[in-house]
Nanobody, 130 residues
Framework: VQLQASGGGLVQPGGSLRLSCAVS????????VGWFRQAPGKEREAVSC????????YYPDLAKGRFAISSDSAKNTVYLQMNNLRPEDTAVYYC????????????????????????WGKGTLVTVSS
């Protein structure tokens, strides 16, 4: 199982960015997948999660109305569209999956103590600054 995030970069406040996560070793038709982020000096947090078997999404308050997660099973890719970016969105963004979990809500609420059960990709840095 491998996940590789890309698409990060420098963007001005109010701007948009789309992250991509290329996955291999599993198919995007059952497990939940998600995006998490970790800002400097802060704990990693969930950003958006998707149930790939029914396209149900979950967004924490920090992402509601601004971020959208989606997937393309033909391309084995998960996306995170981020709009109206703010300086506080600056972080390393990671994509991840739990092959034993199909619920987007459950994935986003998985306790950090259990993150070792998940498969993580290397992160991509997003910097929001003028």
């Amino acid at each position: 199982v491998q996940l590789q995030a890309s698409g990060g970069g420098l963007v001005q406040p109010g701007g948009s960015l789309r992250l991509s996560c290329a996955v291999s070793g599993f198919t995007l038709n059952r497990p939940a997948v998600g995006w998490f982020r970790q800002a400097p000096g802060k704990e990693r947090e969930a950003v958006s999660c998707l149930s790939t078997n029914n396209d149900i999404t979950y967004y924490p308050d920090l992402a509601k109305g601004r971020f959208a997660i989606s997937s393309d099973s033909a391309k084995n890719t998960v996306y995170l569209q981020m709009n109206n970016l703010r300086p506080e969105d600056t972080a390393v963004y990671y994509c991840a999956t739990d092959l034993g979990q199909s619920s987007s809500y459950a994935l986003c609420h998985k306790r950090p103590a259990n993150w070792g059960q998940m498969n993580w990709g290397k992160g991509t840095l997003v910097t929001v600054s003028s």
